[in-house]
């Protein structure tokens, strides 16, 4: 399935496409993948700048998907190959109260039954590296190895002229014009700061994270004697949910990988920890014996195999797609907060409604009424609420689309305000049927908890 050659240079680059997408990340080669198969008589160039092959597990951030992503995939007929080769997860599963009760004791929320709507955890290095395979299968002039310098993208109002893209490639400095210009160049968010379309965002939070070889069951953290937890639904299946351990102000994150590595991850915020804390392997690790002992503990004989992190991660987004016939999806345009893993559900949502905008764009339709819409330019925001984040996810039309309504809990202790806010999405057909309980992909499973239901999409 994996492509291992790094077939980097098409045989022909073409210097005109209807749609060049910068970036060939998790975002620009789903959108890639979504307009061949849409708008198939549409051209699509990708230009990215890393060429193959890409390593296993020790490549990107953002392994854990949740129902509206994963949906979103299977929706692009990635079924099949994420369920021979990635992981289907077992949910979202919490651990909050902070880590000094042994982990058993500890209140413990996650699915009671396999999810009704499935989920994947996914190696970003093998998954990116398929899906660069299957673009080239799907016709998409995929360009590896270049970097691009310039999008020099035409603003006059009701101009057909087209935008045009420069890039390098083996030290040549080439240009690309195209009718669309999506950026989808991540963290490095080319037009965003060109346009300087940067927005703030009240909520201040940083992370770091690390790979280990081999598969974690925390399952191993708990003594055999405790018979209640291993018998509890599904006991033996935790080590495939994405696990999080979580205190005030802080989280940590565990989540298993089909090739064999675990990806272990801490989430903190500003005001209550500060950057310091993720700010090497090593820092993180005394944190982590500070706050969850007994994670480290487990935690310590594994040798890591990377260490990454990022400071202040979340942004807002002045505009994200304009009538001028550019977009900007992923982290190119907004990302507020990992927890509840919504980062593929965005992805989805704004490739979506490209897609729209694209297509009424090829039906000769008005963009202004589509793309030049404060509430869709502004797909999410982030409210800080203390030990958790609370998400508004606002483009109704593009979540429509996908078919799906989204929720929070906010998860309190009588007295003690707010331990955690967790998001909760509910599939298509929970929508139809209104049964949330039954389809929703948490349920508590242990600990008497007020849960207050905050409609949100
Ligand atoms: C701490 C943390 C945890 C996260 N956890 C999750 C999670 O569990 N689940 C989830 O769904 N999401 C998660 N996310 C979000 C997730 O990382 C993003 O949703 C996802 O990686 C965004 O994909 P992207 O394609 O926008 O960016 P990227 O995957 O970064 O892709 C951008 C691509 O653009 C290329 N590029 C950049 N500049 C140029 C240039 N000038 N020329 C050519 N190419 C260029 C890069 O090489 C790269 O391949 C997390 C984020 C953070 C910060």
Redesign the pocket.
Known sequence: MREENSNSVPRSIPDRVDAVI???????LLLARQLRQEVPDLSVAV????RRPLPDACH??????VSL?SQYLEKLKLTEYLLEEQIVKMGLRFFPGGGHLPLHERTEIGPSAEPVVRSYQLD?GKF?GDLRAFAEEDGVHLVEG????EADLIEEKGSEADHSVS?ELDGETRSMNARWVVD?????A?MRRKLKLTRGVQHKAN?G?FRVRGDIDMNEMVPRSEVEWFERPLGAERWRS?NHFMGVGYWAWI?PLSTDFTSI?L?VHEHVHGHECISSYEKMMDFLREHEPQLAAFLEPHEPQDYLC?RN?SNSVGRAWSPNRWAM????GA?VD?LY???????ALANSFTTQVILEDRKGGCLDTKADNPAIAAPVIGKDVGAGTEFEVLPAVAAENIGHRARCHRITKPGDGVEAVIGCRIGAEAAQDGNIERWSDIAVTRGSIDTEQHPVG
């Open positions: 910068l970036g060939g990340g998790l975002s620009g230009l990215e700048r890393m990107k951030v953002g392994e854990s998907s992503g970003r990116e270049a970097k691009v310098t890039y989808a160049t991540g963290r490095n080319l992370a994270w994405t989540i991850g989430v990022l991660y999806v992923g982290e190119a990302f990992p893993s919504p980062g593929t559900d965005f992805i």
